[in-house]
């Protein structure tokens, strides 16, 4: 069974870190490119990031840029979501999709990602 799982969320301080893990079981990642998404409340989903199945490219959406870094353990089998220097804007379920298509995927595009996981909630509040 092809499945996601998302791990790491939690309440911190603004200005505070997390690391968020997406790991897969059920196939391999290596051949999937990983994008990570959220939604706030009241909000539709958005794109945060996406790293490509081939050479490790990368993608963020401007509003993470310089903050958030996302990284592949293909001996894992798990892709991470280090997030830094958090803002109460940043408050969402966090969740994790992989893409068959090659290279970078952009992850405004959710019609092209499929596996879903079931989210873990970030909230970022003092």
């Known amino acids: 069974q092809v499945q996601l799982v998302e791990s790491g969320g939690g309440l911190v301080q603004p200005g505070g870190s997390l690391r968020l893990s997406c790991a897969a079981s059920?196939?391999?990642?290596?051949?999937?490119?990983i994008g990570w998404f959220r939604q706030a409340p009241g909000k539709e989903r958005e794109g945060v990031s996406c790293i490509s199945s081939s050479d490790g490219s990368t993608y963020y959406a401007d509003s993470v840029k310089g903050r958030f870094t996302i990284s592949r353990d293909n001996a894992k089998n798990t892709v991470y979501l280090q997030m830094n220097s958090l803002k109460p804007e940043d408050t969402a379920v966090y969740y994790c999709a992989a893409s068959d298509l090659k290279g970078l995927v952009d992850p405004s595009n959710e019609a092209d990602f499929g596996s879903w996981g079931q989210g873990t909630q970030v909230t970022v509040s003092s």
């Open positions: 059920g196939f391999t990642l290596d051949y999937y490119a």
